[in-house]
T-cell receptor, first 113, second 112 residues
């Protein structure tokens, strides 16, 4: 158990809908990262927050947004969902801003029908 | 061309074999190199973390980085059925902060 929690574990929704994925980092970790994992693309970095501020952005679609709250938990919002958004979404956390070990949560499996 | 290339396998070996897993990359600025292990239905967990070129050993695992060839390897000695998992390489450079680029993963099965 990495200490990173993610909810929900599974999410099934329809195209065009909006969903919110939630992540609680390990105690003491200030950075939260979001990743998307699909069979053909592997693990893709989406975005990083550090102590409430956005610090790095990867290939995140404009339909996706994230935030980190004062209690350091983070939410990833996915809107106008498409079939291709079906994937595993992982959250990871680390102590500092850069180059620390990232601890991954168990993931949220999103299925868009 | 992807930043990181990794043979997806699958790779199947008998128990006790030496396993070699490899990744190539295109960005010569990468300085940080990692190997993650991911069991089915779980999140990735860090196995090895190396900086720049050279070797690093941890128990049955050895990570090698050859920056001149843009090639990294993970060796598993005396492989065990519990090593059956997907292995992901990841790497990053200082200029992009903490953004890591992952390979697509190699699926390994160790047969008892």
């Amino acid at each position: 158990d990495s200490g990173v929690t993610q909810t929900p574990k599974h999410l099934i929704t329809a195209t065009g809908q909006r969903v919110t994925l939630r992540c609680s980092p390990r105690s003491g970790d200030l950075s939260v990262y979001w990743y998307q994992q699909s069979l053909d693309q592997g693990l893709q970095f989406l975005i990083q927050y550090y102590n409430g501020e956005e610090r790095a952005k990867g290939n995140i679609l404009e339909r996706f947004s994230a935030q980190q709250f004062p209690d350091l938990h983070s939410e990833l919002n996915l809107s106008s969902l498409e079939l291709g958004d079906s994937a595993l979404y992982f959250c990871a956390s680390s102590v500092g801003l850069a180059w620390d070990e990232q601890f991954f949560g168990p993931g949220t499996r999103l299925t868009v029908l | 061309q992807k930043e990181v290339e990794q043979d997806p396998g699958p790779l199947s070996v008998p128990e006790g074999a030496i396993v070699s897993l490899n990744c190539t990359y295109s960005n010569s600025a990468f300085q940080y190199f990692m190997w993650y292990r991911q069991y089915s239905r779980k999140g990735p967990e860090l196995l090895m973390y190396t900086y720049s070129s050279g070797n690093k050993e941890d128990g049955r695992f050895t990570a090698q980085v050859d920056k001149s060839s843009k090639y990294i390897s993970l060796f598993i000695r005396d492989s065990q059925p519990s090593d059956s998992a997907t292995y992901l390489c990841a790497m990053g450079e200082r200029n992009t902060g903490n953004q890591f680029y992952f390979g697509t993963g190699t699926s390994l099965t160790v047969i008892p």
